[in-house]
């Protein structure tokens, strides 16, 4: 019989150092999604405080969501908003470039060779919504300030996207979403250090999300 010990050690193991693949699981999540074509994609930040140093991804740097420079993880997110709510499709963790120099050894071991590079918010949310506009075609984004760069903007026409005329009531629902996320689901409470571990807790966040809000 496992003990409660073993079990917490067995989850964290799961979560934290497993090889499996999270963007399956993202994927998966999505797929199963009830359709909403009236709907906006929301692109935005998603910050998680931390202590410390070592998690991967950790840096003081600017958090949109509180207005000045902390300690902490920042998540590109895209999130849908329509009639039926917010519903959370696709994260990535972002990786500052003076940290991933910092790192440079360590890195090479615990990061996986196609993000050792690094890129830009706006870089990590276009391939973000690549991977949403090969699955189900495209719809009309809301972009949180941050993301609204000459550079991010260029590269949206080419791929049949186009701005919403009102942001904001879109960014505000994406938002409280991320506030329920964090309050109900734990979504900033991941205590792992790992690239793959951070992915893996948010998708495993995501399935439970639809699966309370009956999209699963």
Known sequence: MMVEA???QSLQ???SNSPWDAGRLFAAVRARAKPDPTAVWVVHDAVSPKKGKHS???QRQFARSVGKKINCQIGVFVTRVGPAGAVPLAARLYLPAARLRECAESGAKLLPPEVRAGATKGQL???LLDELRAESGALPLAVEP??????FRDALAPRGLT???DAAPHLFAASERLVWLNAQLGLDHFEGRTWHGWHHHVALVFAA????LGEA
């Not at 941050?146 to 550079?151: H, K, L, M, N, V």
């Not at 999300?209 to 309370?212: D, G």
């Open 209 to 212: 999300c639809a699966f309370v």
């Open 163 to 165: 701005e919403c005329p």
């Open 125 to 127: 949310a276009l391939a």
């Open 146 to 151: 941050g993301y609204a760069t000459g550079e």
């Open 56 to 58: 991967v991804g950790v």
């Open 6 to 8: 073993d079990l917490c």
């Open 13 to 15: 193991h799961f979560v």
